[in-house]
């Protein structure tokens, strides 16, 4: 049978269309491989506490310390970012992230634990390892599980890995069994809520133990399996809405607490309003869970409830972003910065929608990491009336003067690196800090490596039998794929 008159014009279509395709998925890989080399400078430079070791995380604009506070938290995430940069890129495998690593998980093994041999973990230390503060929840100690368990892949120093795993079975201990031991008392006036930050974290230190260990992921497969489940409990209304908090049977709650939304994960122990951000973060923590255990049908559930329905209620339809918190009645929600712009939420949303793209080939996914991640490094120009002392640039002069124009972005600084992490609901920098007692080494340049990552695989799958593309100087950024977009 003859090919018909318009086939070889639709074949060239469809090949100009991969062409364009692989050209903006190689700019947006040049653009945050070059960010998260930026940004690793950043906590290179200035976080790194070479008399006590550790890292200091509250940290102004330009990398000035001012707070010597020291988070458990954020020194578990920073030593198992460092890492898994140096496992994973072959161009962070030098030895002052390596010994920086080292460095931080001896401060935890010497000062995390408030009472050893006792497991609990303080939430903040003194500069010199003294305990200041103690969370009667998991979450010190799942971030000191993820670096121990991190240092012995990259060191191989069985130490700890025994600490990782002992640490593992205790905190599961306090979640199925007996959550006494947290030190939290059981009031006849509080509800019994579960929030969906529990099931999710373990989900994600399930995955992080038995990655390239068949015997440590068999014994976790049915954790695996109960934190899925509740996790899934969370989406409520009908399946309408992915709520921060279910009563215990996985019913919904009244008040506040039950409406609850949150785009991304919080730093605070109870949730009462629902937000995009956790959502999208389980989402993608699920889609993992569903590609190991080879699950499409559980695939395209999380893809639809998880990713879908948080961005499309969550994205602010008159200034771009995603809400902080929500409430799933519509009703103004009880939190203050509930409308502000965070960082999280937005770094989650980009690894999300591309792991998502990445497993199901679905373009509408494309599109929407698209979308959030020219929000992010989104560069504004903003009219301006000039004052005397003003570093506003000046424009072009007209009848009525002189027309100057203020450069900001919405998350990243390109005069000092990392980024900004608070923005008012208009996209203008509230805060101007680039760490504190909740933001450090952690979401940003695990959403840049995670992403470079995808985008290479993507890459790699598209790819012609021609050589590789070529390599991004370091010392040069990219061009803006948004500026390519709209040339």
């Not at 998880?306 to 961005?311: A, R, W």
């Amino acid at each position: 049978m003859g090919r018909s008159e318009g086939e070889p014009c639709l074949q060239v279509q469809v090949s100009q269309d991969m062409e364009k395709e692989r050209e903006t998925l190689q700019a947006w890989k040049e653009r945050v491989e070059h960010e998260l080399d930026v940004v690793v400078a950043f906590w290179l430079e200035h976080s790194h506490d070479q008399e006590h070791g550790g890292f200091f995380t509250c940290l102004g604009r330009d990398g000035q310390v001012y707070d010597d506070l020291k988070y458990v938290w954020l020194q578990g995430r920073q030593v198992w970012m460092y890492c898994r940069l140096y496992r994973k890129l072959e161009r962070f495998r030098r030895p002052e992230l390596l010994n920086a690593a080292k460095a931080g998980g001896e401060f935890l093994l010497r000062y995390a634990r408030v009472a050893p041999p006792a497991k609990k973990c303080a939430f903040v230390l003194t500069r010199d390892g003294r305990p200041v503060k103690v969370q009667r929840t998991i979450f010190s100690e799942c971030f000191y599980t993820m670096a121990m368990n991190e240092l012995w892949r990259v060191t191989g120093d069985a130490q700890y890995q025994s600490e990782a795993v002992e640490m593992m079975d205790q905190i599961v201990h306090w979640v199925r069994e007996d959550p006494s031991g947290l030190g939290r008392p059981q009031l006849p006036g509080a509800p019994a809520a579960e929030s969906m930050a529990v099931p999710m974290m373990l989900l994600s230190l399930v995955e992080q133990l038995g990655e390239a260990d068949d015997e440590l992921a068999g014994s976790y497969a049915e954790l695996g399996d109960w934190c899925a489940r509740r996790i899934l409990r969370h989406v409520q209304r009908g399946g309408q809405a992915v709520l921060e908090n279910v009563s215990e049977d996985g019913e919904g709650l009244s008040g506040c607490l039950g409406r609850h939304q949150n785009p991304g994960e919080d730093t605070r122990p109870t949730l009462p309003e629902p937000s995009p951000g956790h959502a999208l973060e389980a989402g993608w923590f699920l889609l993992r869970h569903a590609v190991r255990r080879g699950d499409p049908k559980l695939r395209a559930h999380v893809i639809d409830k998880f990713l879908l329905l948080p961005f499309r209620s969550g994205w602010d339809p008159d200034h771009g972003g995603l809400f902080y918190f929500q409430d799933a009645d519509g009703l103004c929600p009880t939190q203050l910065e509930w409308a502000m712009k965070l960082w999280w939420p937005h770094s989650e949303a980009m690894i999300a929608f591309l792991m998502g793209y990445s497993e199901s080939g679905d373009s509408a996914l494309l599109n929407i990491f698209y979308q959030v991640a020219e929000y992010t490094f989104r560069q504004r120009y903003l009219q301006s009336h000039p004052r005397q002392d003003s570093p506003l640039k000046q424009g072009t002069r007209s009848s009525k003067g002189i027309t100057c124009y203020k450069v900001t972005w919405q998350f990243r600084d390109p005069e000092y690196g990392e980024w900004f992490g608070y923005l008012n609901r208009e996209g203008k920098i509230a805060l101007t800090i680039k760490g504190g007692p909740f933001k450090g080494c952690f979401h940003v340049p695990r959403c840049l490596a995670m992403c470079e990552e995808m985008l290479s695989d993507l890459l790699s799958r598209l790819a012609p039998a021609s050589a590789p593309a070529p390599a991004l100087s370091a010392r040069s950024p990219p061009a803006d794929p948004a500026r390519r977009g709209a040339e």
